[in-house]
């Protein structure tokens, strides 16, 4: 994201409080572009993030702030009354001297601003189960807290996001399209899909069905997204709100998994490296299911393991179709780098489908 120009009208035009003396790139997302805003002399807060949303990706950012500012607003007196800070256990939106959400440049790119959570520790994998199972807690405790909010009022800032079913007719189209000439270069990966097409219909079938509850979810619920207070184990900030949505909170649980139990990284393209580590996905599950607390349906927790299935699925088909589109969701280093990440959790998901007797007795243990 280190080509994008922070224009000063941007800087100007929200309340920092202070001189701003610098602006620096900040952070790996592959979305937005993030700068870490240094100010001196301010009566408030010293530090801030910038970040100019993605309009490829989210095509409404009025809407998306709406529910940005919506579940913030909402945490913060609960956290207050579980004595936690507000200030730190969640983001808070930093207004425009005019007092909106967000401003939109002369170019028309929106931009928003957060305090900066300073003292937090972001981990892009996870060092050890402990680790892991406090991202977990996070998580699970990030849904307990919204279990109540009126989950209408939130806007489906990208439609179908997690439903694996759209994702598949998605992934179809490519397949058909070829728009660059791509189809023949990956017969195994296209077969790794179909073979499971019928996978895709059953959770949203579940919620379809009102079997299973539609509830406020994050939706990209990677570990570097939650930021731990390295001071307090049972302090930690979600961030990334982008995609806070009404959804399913299997699909919270298994993305996940997915991103942080895989032995290797998401980008890894040595797939012999890829498995599921039973230690760290037994570790999340302890921590997210007690975060989460009572509320948990016993649809839901027998769905679990189900969760990592179709997110795993969900992605690898994602961006295999983004390959297939000729890379314009997805930013890549290399080509062949999404058909790399492609096969990367297919893999993942052969070592998820060959344990799942294993994965569904871990749960069973515990729920
Ligand atoms: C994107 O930008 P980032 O890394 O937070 C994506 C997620 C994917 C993830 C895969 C809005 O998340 O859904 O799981 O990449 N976010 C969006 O690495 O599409
Ligand atoms: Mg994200």
Same mark, same amino acid.
């Given at each position: 994201?280190?080509? &994008? ?36 002399? %301010? ?19 009025? /809407? ?12 913060? =007196?609960?956290?207050? $009354? ?29 931009? *928003? $601003? ?17 680790? #892991? ?6 998580? %699970? ?29 998605? #992934? ?14 990956? =017969? ?7 073979? *499971? ?11 379809? /069905? %009102? ?11 990677? @570990? ?8 307090? *184990? *049972? ?12 959804? @399913? ?32 996905f037994e570790a999340f599950t302890i921590g997210w299911v007690r975060g989460f607390g009572p509320g948990l349906t016993p649809i839901e927790k027998a769905n679990l393991v189900w969760g990592v299935r179709a997110m795993t699925l969900e992605q690898g088909m994602r961006f295999l179709t983004d390959y297939l589109d000729g890379d314009r969701y997805y930013g890549v280093a290399y080509p062949t780098q999404n058909l790399d990440r492609a096969r990367n959790q297919f ?14 007795? &871990? ?5």
């Amino acid at each position: 994201m280190s080509e &994008i120009e922070v224009p000063s009208a941007v800087v100007e035009a929200f309340d920092f409080g202070g001189e701003v003396v610098d602006v620096a790139p900040l952070g790996q997302g592959r979305i937005n572009g993030s700068f870490l805003i240094s100010t001196r002399g %301010g009566t408030r807060w010293p530090k801030y993030v910038l970040q100019r949303i993605n309009t490829h990706v989210f095509v409404d950012p009025g /809407a998306l702030m709406d529910n940005i500012v919506a579940v913030t607003d909402y945490l913060k =007196p609960g956290i207050a $009354a579980e004595g936690g800070d507000p200030l730190r256990e969640t983001l808070s939106v930093v207004k425009t001297r005019m007092g909106q959400s967000w401003w939109r440049d002369d170019d028309g790119s929106p931009w *928003r $601003a957060y305090l900066f959570v300073d003292g937090m520790v972001c981990h892009q994998s996870a060092s050890s189960p402990q680790v #892991f199972h406090d991202a977990g807690e996070a998580f %699970g405790t990030f849904a307990r807290r919204l279990d109540e909010f009126p989950v209408d009022v939130l806007h489906s800032t990208i439609a179908s996001f997690h439903d694996t079913r759209v994702r598949l007719a998605g #992934f179809l189209v490519a397949v058909d399209r070829d728009r660059v000439r791509r189809v023949s270069t990956c =017969p195994a990966e296209i077969d790794a899909v179909l073979a *499971r097409r019928d996978q895709c219909a059953r959770l949203m079938g579940l919620a379809d /069905a %009102g079997q299973m509850p539609i509830r406020v979810t994050h939706n990209d619920t990677k @570990l570097n997204n939650v930021l731990m207070d390295p001071a307090d *184990r *049972r302090r930690a900030c979600v961030i990334d709100l982008d995609t806070v949505m009404p959804g @399913l909170a299997v699909h919270d649980f298994g993305d996940a998994i997915r991103y942080g139990a895989n032995r290797t990284d998401e980008d890894d393209p040595d797939i012999d490296r890829v498995g599921l580590d039973r230690a760290m996905f037994e570790a999340f599950t302890i921590g997210w299911v007690r975060g989460f607390g009572p509320g948990l349906t016993p649809i839901e927790k027998a769905n679990l393991v189900w969760g990592v299935r179709a997110m795993t699925l969900e992605q690898g088909m994602r961006f295999l179709t983004d390959y297939l589109d000729g890379d314009r969701y997805y930013g890549v280093a290399y080509p062949t780098q999404n058909l790399d990440r492609a096969r990367n959790q297919f893999a993942l998901l052969s070592d998820i489908e060959s344990h799942l007797a294993q994965l569904e007795q &871990i749960v069973a243990d515990l729920v």
